[in-house]
């Protein structure tokens, strides 16, 4: 079982930032693939960013390549959600979430995660 606990969300004005952080359980934190996506009021899950095990690899999805940066620490068992330049469209709630079991690390479809945290809030005003 794998507890994933997100920290970090709030309200900012837009260009603002925040550091969203993701704290994980378990004593494999290293053999998972962290990625972040978030959903905004009446629209689907989206995917955000993800990294790789290791922590050298991560990709990204359009709407936020070059303002946002995914990290992780294995010796702290956490990921983190650099958000800079923020967008009121970038409002909605962050999940990160681990998946177990990737044989691929760029995994972009929610279905395939199997841990979730309980979700940031991040409001972005103009």
């Known amino acids: 079982q794998v507890q994933l606990v997100e920290s970090g969300g709030g309200l900012v004005q837009a260009g603002g930032s925040l550091r969203l952080s993701c704290a994980a359980s378990g004593r494999t934190f290293s053999s998972y693939v962290m990625a972040w996506f978030r959903q905004a009021p009446g629209k689907e899950r989206e995917f955000v960013a993800v990294?790789?095990?290791?922590?050298?690899?991560?990709y990204y999805a359009d709407s936020v390549k070059g303002r946002f940066t995914i990290s992780r620490d294995n010796a702290k068992a956490t990921v983190y959600l650099q958000m800079n330049s923020l967008k009121p469209e970038d409002t909605a709630v962050y999940y990160c979430a681990a998946d177990l079991d990737a044989a691929n690390w760029r995994m972009m479809d929610w279905r395939k995660y199997d841990y979730w945290g309980q979700g940031t809030q991040v409001t972005v005003s103009s």
């Open positions: 990294v790789s095990w290791g922590g050298s690899n991560n």
